[in-house]
T-cell receptor, first 113, second 114 residues
Framework: GQQLNQNPQSMFIQEGEDVSMNCTSS?????WLWYKQDPGEGPVLLIA?????ELTSNGRLTAQFGITRKDSFLNISASIPSDVGIYFC?????????????FGTGTRLKVLA | DSGVTQTPKHLITATGQRVTLRCSPR?????VYWYQQSLDQGLQFLIQ???????AKGNILERFSAQQFPDLHSELNLSSLELGDSALYFC?????????????FGPGTRLTVT
């Protein structure tokens, strides 16, 4: 199946540090979503982006819809231990009846207290 | 808690068997989506239903089928199971049939095929 490229694949950071991750593709997307998944749980929606260039925040999280519509970025400020998990991006492409969501490969975040 | 429920939480079965996974969407949501998540393939979109009708298909095998009932719950049927079908199967729901709207995921069903 098709997937988006997410970078980095994994990262260890110290509590209090800022985190940046991105999602890239060779294709254009109409919508970008960012999810967090804890072990054994379903993904939880963090932020949704609908327009190129859009910058949206949710608490300590900020995400941007890339100008080219081929990428998206997620930043977490002042990380805390509960930020641990896998972060997935998802891009929506196509039209009604033929669209589908393409998910990223995931960024595994580990926060050291 | 997303409000999406899935049963069973775990399922262990043998190759060649058939299983049914069940999903109840959030109250008020009309769309249901099914996804497969395996270690080597990540999260893959399978199929979407809206108000009882199929809306979009992703990477769903012919051995798999789904339906959405009048009460909006959905079932994913997996038949002639193979070892490679072992995965987490997630259901998600959203308010409309437009995938631009946010999807909320259930806790998943872990299927193990032995």
């Amino acid at each position: 199946g098709q997937q988006l490229n997410q970078n980095p694949q994994s990262m260890f950071i110290q509590e209090g540090e800022d985190v940046s991750m991105n999602c890239t593709s060779s294709s254009i997307f109409n919508t970008w979503l960012w999810y967090k998944q804890d072990p054994g749980e379903g993904p939880v929606l963090l932020i949704a982006l609908y327009k190129a260039g859009e910058l949206t925040s949710n608490g300590r999280l900020t995400a941007q819809f890339g100008i080219t519509r081929k990428d998206s970025f997620l930043n977490i400020s002042a990380s805390i231990p509960s930020d641990v998990g896998i972060y997935f991006c998802a891009g929506l492409r196509g039209t009604s009846g033929t669209y589908k969501y393409i998910f990223g490969t995931g960024t595994r975040l580990k926060v050291l207290a | 808690d997303s409000g999406v429920t899935q049963t069973p939480k775990h399922l262990i079965t043998a190759t060649g068997q058939r299983v049914t996974l069940r999903c109840s969407p959030r109250s008020g949501d009309l769309s249901v989506y099914w996804y497969q998540q395996s270690l080597d393939q990540g999260l893959q979109f399978l199929i979407q239903y809206y108000n009882g009708e199929e809306r979009a298909k992703g990477n769903i095998l012919e051995r798999f089928s789904a339906q959405q009932f009048p009460d909006l719950h959905s079932e994913l049927n997996l038949s002639s199971l193979e070892l490679g079908d072992s995965a987490l199967y997630f259901c998600a729901s959203s308010l409309t049939d437009r995938a631009e709207y946010e999807q909320y995921f259930g806790p998943g069903t872990r299927l193990t095929v032995t």
